[in-house]
């Protein structure tokens, strides 16, 4: 195992951060897996996953049993978790610039448009390794405009040319659920199945350009450009893991995720472990399009009548919204039929506040699919 401190905002005058990275195994030998804890720096169940896996990942490199590559970032965010307003963690937004930390990624296929052109065979796995090449020459090209943007570049640079990608973060409260790239639901359904996700959402393009798309949906995009003359695989098993709620923060769960990460690693040929028998799945992958946000009618209390992971029916009441003084009591009602997965962590709500999210089977949603 290697260790590697990548300092950010170096400048003389000002704070300056450190973010860590762990090494396990051997670049180059096999395939290479890349995961990332607490981008959204509040979100913290994930850092407790990452403590769990580095501790299993340490005893599996030691005993020879990591046939891959791993680097595990268990914090992936120094800059937002150094963000605490008056006792309050504020970390899904940079406060210098108002860009949440998982949008915005140089997003590199443009590039690589221009510099594979010319340059791609027959041979699928030839012109993946000039892929992930030529991508990793792109990002080292990204000239960052401020200290989030090192950030950023930093965490891609090490992200952009492995094999599975996993991104923890959490929802508000939530069960645990995952966001995948459209063309990845085969390769994602035994993870959704170890980690007993009660929704899988897919998407060709979330819009934002968040970190998992950053890292997957180079290949896709390029397959199509190049066409079947110069077929490129899809390369790169990008997820966003959200690990339940923000609160779900507790061992057992944490060490029961870590199990399911690394059980998952291992069907990838990456760990050498005994695989587990797979669970049956919890849910059939859903598109991104058919998530329904549900928003309050009117500013008051808000209780809910129905429970995260169940299934609701269209025009089913979920929540109402109490109005104190007034006294007069709103219902939020599903307007699709499907999973309730997530909601808001907050029980006194403005008018058009979020409240929660209903994971439905049929799209019917465009433009820009994630919340910011
Ligand atoms: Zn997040």
């Known amino acids: 195992m290697q260790q590697k401190s990548h300092p950010i905002a170096t400048e003389d005058n000002v704070a300056r951060y450190q973010l860590a990275s762990f090494h396990f195994g051997m670049p180059g030998q096999g ?12 979100e913290v169940p994930a850092m407790l996953v990452a403590h769990c896996l580095r501790r ?11 046939r891959g590559e791993v680097i595990l970032v268990p914090a992936a965010n120094p800059i937002g978790l150094s963000q605490v307003i008056h006792g309050a963690p504020f970390g899904r ?6 860009v949440n930390f998982n949008r915005a990624y140089k997003h590199v296929a443009d590039d690589l448009k221009e510099s594979l052109h010319g340059k791609l065979g027959a041979d699928p796995a030839v012109n993946a ?16 405009k401020n ?22 973060h959490c929802d508000n409260e939530a069960v645990l ?58 390369g790169c098993i990008g997820v966003t893991v959200e690990l339940r709620g923000e609160n779900d923060v507790r061992y057992d769960l944490a060490e029961k995720d870590a199990h399911a990460l690394l059980q998952y690693l291992a ?17 059939a992958p859903t598109p991104l399009e058919g998530v329904e946000p549900l928003h309050a009618p009117q500013s008051g209390v808000l209780v809910f009548l129905k429970n995260l992971g169940d299934r609701v029916a269209s025009g089913e009441v979920v929540a109402e919204i109490v109005n104190p003084v007034s006294g007069k009591t709103a219902q939020v009602k599903a307007g699709q039929t499907g999973i309730l997965f997530a909601s808001t962590a907050h029980r006194h709500l403005l008018k058009g506040m979020h409240v929660c999210k209903i994971a439905g089977s049929d799209g019917y949603r465009t433009g820009n699919l994630l919340t910011a």
Request: aromatic content about 6%; hydrophobic content about 45%.
């Open 267 to 283: 069907r990838l040929g990456i760990l050498d472990i005994a695989h587990d028998p797979l669970p049956p799945p919890l849910c």
């Open 93 to 98: 937004f940079d406060l210098a610039s108002g």
């Open 31 to 42: 395939r290479k897996a890349y995961i990332q804890a607490s981008l959204h720096a509040d």
């Open 177 to 234: 659920h995952l966001y995948t790239g459209t063309p990845l639901a085969g390769d994602v359904e035994p993870l959704a199945a170890l980690l007993g996700a009660h929704a899988v959402l897919l998407a060709t393009e979330s819009g934002g350009e968040p970190f998992d798309e950053a890292c997957s949906r180079v290949w896709w995009q390029l397959a199509e450009h190049f066409g079947a003359r110069h077929p490129i695989p899809m």
């Open 147 to 168: 200290a989030t943007e090192e950030l950023k570049k930093i965490l891609l640079g090490m992200a952009i040319d492995a094999d599975v990608m996993l991104d923890l």
């Open 129 to 144: 390794r000039l892929v992930r090449e030529h991508a990793l020459r792109s990002v080292a090209a990204w000239l960052p």
């Open 56 to 66: 299993e990942l340490e005893r599996l490199d030691g005993a020879g049993k990591v």
